[in-house]
């Protein structure tokens, strides 16, 4: 957590800006939250969402059961595709995180890729 730079992605942002991540342990959402200097978010323009709704809504039925499938997971959405809003034992939605603004300033740089890049 004490690293000058920390290189992560998004499961959705918002088109004004909100970057929305689940994790299953939270230690992606920690370090984005809090530790690392600088927090460097690479987006692939597939993951750009209307509203925070939306966004939601594709991390939990687009990058949650995608994830499940790669991680081997037991859970109903890796099964059918679809967030059946579980609390399986391996459940990787058990942190459900909103970025809306950088604090300190400047901390959080953005670099969204005209391509799409990750699920």
Not at 75 to 82: E, N, R
């Amino acid at each position: 957590m004490d690293v000058d730079f920390f290189l992560t992605s998004a499961n959705a942002i918002t088109q004004d800006g909100v970057i929305v991540n689940i994790d299953g342990r939270g230690n992606r959402v920690a370090a984005i939250t809090w530790g690392p200097h600088n927090v460097i978010h690479v987006i692939g323009i597939n993951k750009v969402a209307s509203t925070v709704e939306a966004a939601l809504a594709r991390a939990r039925n687009v990058a949650a059961p995608i994830n499940t499938a790669r991680l081997g997971c037991d859970t109903p959405c890796k099964i059918d595709g679809v967030c059946h809003n579980c609390n399986s034992p391996q459940c990787i939605c058990n942190y459900i995180h909103f970025t809306r603004n950088s604090f300190p300033a400047h901390r959080h740089t953005v670099v969204l890729i005209g391509e799409s890049w990750g699920y």
